[in-house]
Each structure stands twice: as C-alpha cells, then as structure tokens.
Nanobody, 121 residues
Framework: QVQLVESGGGLVQAGGTLRLSCAAS????????MGWFRQPPGKEREFVGA?????RTLYADSVRDRLTISRDTNTVYLQMDRLEPEDTAVYYC?????????????????WGQGTQVTVSS
C-alpha cells in the first residue's frame, strides 16, 4: 500500500513560482509512474503532467512551457513557473503501478489528499 502526501501549495501572485512535492510516506514509488492532476474550482480533475519510472515526462499542452516534473527515490516534484490565475486549483499527485505514463485519472491506483494552489492576479 502506497500513501502519498503532497506539500508546497499556497498563495502566490501571478508570475510567481511554486514547487510542489509528493512524498511516499509508506511504501516505495521508485518503480511507479507518477502523475500530477489538478482540479480547478467548479471543474473536473485534469491531467497536468507525469513522469515514468525511467524519468520520461509528458505534459499537458496548457502547461508544457511552465511546469517541470522531476523525481528522486521516493519523492516527485512539480516545479511551477510563471504562474497564472488559471492555475488556481487543488493539485493531486498519483501513482501508477505499471510504471508507464497515463493521462487519465482512472489509470492511477494511489492518490494523495491534494494541496491547494491559489494564484492571485
């Protein structure tokens, strides 16, 4: 059983930077693909990006030039630069046992509780 804990969210002005972390508090994620999703207010959860066990990355078109995903042994990071008010959402990390990237939320077996990111204009 994998338990994921996100941290690093908060309130930031437009143009600012945040770095989210997703740590495995129980279990190991080294062989899993890890995804980041977000849920804006009143909207459905959407794919942001993911990293495979081999460190291949894939990003949603809307964030490709501003977000970077990286990982070490048991933590995954989401570096967010030049934040925009439209990035306001609850951000979730998720683990996929197969190790390959998925873009749909149902492809991931384990989820964190989420961390709020609010970008003011």
């Amino acid at each position: 059983q994998v338990q994921l804990v996100e941290s690093g969210g908060g309130l930031v002005q437009a143009g600012g930077t945040l770095r989210l972390s997703c740590a495995a508090s129980a279990g190991s994620i080294s062989s899993y693909a890890m995804g980041w999703f977000r849920q804006p207010p009143g909207k459905e959860r959407e794919f942001v990006g993911a990293i495979s066990w081999g460190r291949r990355t894939l990003y949603a078109d809307s964030v490709r030039d501003r977000l970077t995903i990286s990982r070490d042994t048991n933590t995954v990071y989401l570096q967010m630069d030049r934040l925009e008010p439209e990035d306001t959402a609850v951000y979730y990390c998720a683990a996929r046992l197969s190790g390959s990237i998925g873009v749909h939320h149902f492809e991931y077996e384990y989820w964190g509780q989420g961390t709020q990111v609010t970008v003011s204009s």
